[in-house]
Structures are given as C-alpha cells and as structure tokens.
C-alpha cells in the first residue's frame, strides 16, 4: 500500500528563515503529488501540484517543491517565512485519476516574528 | 474557481439522531468526491470514495449502513451519519475531483458534535 511519510512534526522557525518541509512515499509507480497547507479554522487549499515535466514546481505564496524520483522525495520549499504561513501542511500522494489521495500526517509550522 | 462547499459548518445533535451533511463543487462537475473524517491535530482520514450515479466504496472499518452516502448529480453528494453517538464526534471534510484534472479540492468541513 501506498504511504507517506513527513519527517518533521513540528517545526519553529522565525521569520525571513528559509523553510524546507520532507515528504517521502513509497509508491514505486507513476504518481501525481500534492501540498495542502490548512490554516488556523480554515480548511485545505492546495498550494502546488506535481503531475509530470519539470521536476521543480511553482506554487502559490512563494512556495516551490522538487520532486526527485530517485529518492521518491517530494519536499516543500520556501526561501523566506512570515508570520502569515503559520500552518499545518500536508503531502499526498495518487496514483492517478479518480483515486483517494493518501496523506502524510503533517507538519507543523510556527513562525515566530 | 474550483470552489467547495459543505453544509451545514457546525452542528449539534443529540445522541441517536441523524445528520446530512452536503457537499457541493460550485463551479466545475465532479464525477468523484472523497468523504474524509479529521480528528485533532491529526492527518485525514479517508471514510469512503462517492461516484455519481454508483454506490459509494467505502473504506475498510468505516460502516456503510451508519455512512449513508449519496451521489446524486455531478456536483452533490451528501452523508448523512444515522444514529450518531458522542464518538462520531468529528470533523468531516469532502473532496471533489474535477474531472480531467486529477486534481481535488476541498470543502471547508463541517464540524459535528454530537451530545
């Protein structure tokens, strides 16, 4: 079965600190790749996508994540935080079409000014 | 775009009643939505997989008869949790896949509490 592992519970960092978040599934097939990030009371928005071409993606807010298949890594990226991406972030992971998404558990991020 | 949303965001029953809660892709059709329970400070936790026009496939544990799910047109699918009891005390949360994009999109979840 497919899983995914987030290395880091929780993580204090202050802010204009650079942010690297792990994220590893075991799948061994093609997959497509997520990070949700969840804010205090709100509920998951996606924040970028992986589904094929390059391997660095783009997301919004200053995030970026690189999906390297040889260590089946995902890991999410952001060269400067602020107090406003205090959060909770989760990877996932699906195969492909119609399929549930298999989370991470999720890290937590405090940003402290 | 790509909005969900789910009603009601909070409620309180008492033990033994039932509840449905509706989940709605508002402005793209969803020919799959994902019904997922949160407890806190933890991951989500899928409960069942809803099809349109299809009985919904549900997740090992997660009792079919107590998790009535029903997909009725390419933007609704609503569950109705029958006889709640204190531990279906959770936050549920929908998912709808636009379709051709493989990608979901979350509801703002609804908070249950049952008494």
């Known amino acids: 079965a497919q899983s995914v592992s987030q290395h880091n519970h929780h993580v204090i960092l202050s802010e204009a600190a650079s942010l690297e978040l792990g994220c590893n599934y075991s799948y061994g097939g093609t997959v497509n790749l997520f990070w949700y990030v969840q804010y205090p009371g709100q509920h998951l928005q996606l924040l970028l996508k992986?589904?094929?071409?390059?391997?660095l993606v783009k997301g919004i807010k200053g995030f970026e994540a690189e999906f390297i298949k040889s260590k089946f890594s995902f890991n999410l990226r952001k060269p400067s935080v602020q107090w406003s991406d205090t959060a909770e972030y989760f990877c996932a992971v699906i195969k492909s079409g119609n399929t549930p998404l298999v989370f991470g558990k999720g890290t937590r991020l405090s940003v402290i000014a | 775009g790509a909005v969900v949303s789910q009603h009601p965001s909070r409620v309180i029953c008492k033990s033994g009643t039932s509840v449905k809660i509706e989940c709605r892709s508002l402005d793209f059709q969803a020919t799959t939505m994902f019904w997922y329970r949160q407890f806190p400070k933890q991951s989500l936790m899928l409960m069942a997989t809803?099809?349109?026009?299809?009985?919904?496939?549900?997740e090992q544990g997660v009792e079919k008869d107590k998790f009535l799910i029903n997909h009725a047109s390419l933007t609704l699918s609503t569950l109705t949790v029958t006889s709640a009891h204190p531990e279906d005390s959770s936050f549920y949360i929908c998912s709808a896949v636009w379709t051709g994009t493989n990608t979901q999109y979350f509801g703002p979840g609804t908070r249950l509490t049952v008494l």
């Open positions: 809803s099809n349109e026009g299809s009985k919904a496939t549900y």
């Open positions: 992986y589904f094929s071409g390059d391997p």
